[in-house]
């Protein structure tokens, strides 16, 4: 527990800025009281704290959000708000502190390492910060370009290729530099606000932008549009993020859908062995260079839904099997355009026709049962035949 002298207001007091990353914030408030990150943590929340060796955006626990409200003069609820927890119920149903979480990428962390590329920027966006500053939307797989300012988003330093880990800015320093060190690559020092701008050209990658802008504004007002239907149509934020991720995640699969993923490239003119030959894996998980051609192509069947889905999957042989999990409910808007034009199983008698069958069967002296019933209405039944072991004299 943390003593009274620790729960008082400190000098500096920070507040976090427009969809800042806890970690982020965190940071800042080390630095503004001139500390350094780690000191400064040992100090507040003692030298057996372990944040920092987790994915503090995900594992923060009450204490440390108390403190910071406390030591901040900050509202409880805009403290909660920085952290990646504050999406359940807009990105994804139910929050976990560890796992696997639809749309948030691992950072794959060995002690305060991290080997992952879990963590983007916008080089503009910290170059013309008056407090440069790291956003939520950067720790989300959905998004690959700045909605605002148009520009893709890196998920390493440029010039070295090592993860972003700006809470390591002042590691091996004696102490904390006079600049502002969370914009600086701990490995090769570069300036991530000097990082050049990629930017994109053609219709594949205007469409992308355009999806990106209303992803994020799905984000901040927590409904969307529903695909396939009139403009006037919506959906909550969390039905449509459903859908959009097993969407992807079909994109993704090493199943018959790789030839749809080719069927859409194909048609938009992109070579996949050239812009991302390994395609196949965990959408979440792929560097921003996989994750941009799977969100183009998803943004072009969306453009059009379903046609565009129905047209490709017949035309290779992908049902509706392979695009829904059981082990989860799907989104209805993306159920019902599976299950209405690419369920490929037999159909789904009424009661009355069940009930009819069985009057059929009674008064002709057959067998009534489920099996007997799935036969004659000529769907999947179990041939007893099968099972009858063969005589000796045959």
């Known amino acids: ?121 916008c080089p503009q966006c910290l170059a013309t910060d008056e407090k440069p500053y790291y956003r939520r939307l950067w720790r989300l797989s959905c998004m690959v370009i700045c909605p605002v300012h148009g520009c893709y988003l890196h998920d390493c330093c440029p010039e ?42 053609g219709d594949s990658e205007t469409r992308l932008a355009a999806f990106q802008r209303s992803i994020a504004d799905v984000l901040r007002t927590s409904w969307a549009l529903e695909p396939g239907a009139p403009v006037t149509s919506h959906i909550m934020s969390i039905a449509y993020f459903s859908g959009l991720h097993d969407l992807v995640k079909a994109l993704c699969s090493k199943s018959r859908t790789g030839r749809l993923r080719e069927g859409c490239a194909r048609a938009l003119g992109m070579d996949l062995a050239d812009e991302a030959p390994e395609l196949a894996g965990a959408f979440d998980g792929f560097r921003l260079k996989e994750r941009r051609v799977i969100l183009k192509l998803a943004a072009w069947l969306l453009e059009s839904w379903p046609e565009r889905l129905v047209t490709l999957a017949n035309e290779y042989g992908v049902t509706s099997s392979y695009f829904i999990s059981y082990k989860k409910q799907p989104a209805y808007w993306y159920q019902s355009a599976m299950e209405l034009y690419l369920d490929a199983s037999h159909y789904h008698p009424s009661e ?33 035949r099968r099972y009858i072991k063969p005589t000796a004299s045959q």
Request: with cysteine; hydrophobic share 40%.
């Open 160 to 201: 070295c290729g090592a993860s972003v880990t700006f809470h390591q800015g002042d590691y091996g320093m004696k102490l904390l530099p006079f600049e502002n060190v969370i914009r600086k690559c701990k490995k090769c020092g570069l300036d991530r606000g000097a990082a050049p701008a990629m930017t994109y050209y």
């Open 352 to 384: 009355d026709e069940i009930r009819a069958c069985r009057s059929f069967l009674k008064a002709s002296g057959l067998l009534v049962s489920k099996n007997n019933i799935q036969r004659w209405l000529g769907r999947y039944y179990v041939d007893k």
């Open 1 to 121: 527990m943390l003593d009274e002298s620790q729960r008082q207001l400190w000098l500096f007091r920070p507040k976090p800025l427009d969809d800042e990353l806890l970690s982020s914030w965190l940071v800042r408030c080390a630095y503004a009281n001139l500390r350094k990150l780690h000191a400064f943590c040992s100090q507040v929340w003692g030298a057996r704290h372990h944040f920092w060796e987790r994915d503090v955006d995900r594992s923060a626990d009450i204490r440390l959000l108390t403190t910071l409200a406390e030591c901040t003069s900050t509202p409880n609820s805009r403290v909660y708000m920085t952290t990646l927890a504050a999406y359940e119920g807009i990105l994804f149903e139910c929050f976990k502190r560890s796992g696997e979480l639809p749309w948030v990428m691992p950072i794959v962390k060995r002690g305060r390492n991290r080997l992952g590329y879990g963590m983007q920027f």
